[in-house]
């Protein structure tokens, strides 16, 4: 499985994704599409364990489609960014369909 997480200016949120999922998910890749940003977002996810499609601004659709196209064949699990939360129900199997609420900023 192969993780794609696109980001833009998520510096203070991206290593604490990076590591929830590499903690949740020990043998999939984490591929951030880092979508233009203007701060430490790319460095944070590498530092973090996630391999880095560094682009420029495309926005969201078209950073996860660049990341889709790098990524190895198998299945896919698209996240954002800030993502927070239990991940029980992706790693045991119950859950065809999970989705996480977040706010506006």
């Given at each position: 499985?192969?993780?794609l997480v696109a980001a833009r200016d998520e510096e ?82 119950s859950g065809d369909l999970v989705v996480a609420a977040?706010?506006?900023?």
């Amino acid at each position: 499985m192969t993780v794609l997480v696109a980001a833009r200016d998520e510096e203070e949120t991206i290593a604490r994704t990076v590591t929830s999922l590499r903690a949740a998910f020990p043998e999939a890749e984490v591929i951030v599409a880092d979508d233009g940003s203007r701060d430490g977002t790319a460095e944070a996810a590498e530092e973090s364990g996630a391999t880095v499609l560094r682009l420029p601004r495309l926005g969201k659709g078209q950073a996860l489609s660049a990341a889709e196209r790098a990524a190895p064949p198998g299945r896919l699990l698209l996240c954002d960014a800030e993502l927070e939360g239990d991940l029980r129900g992706l790693t045991n199997g119950s859950g065809d369909l999970v989705v996480a609420a977040f706010a506006e900023r």
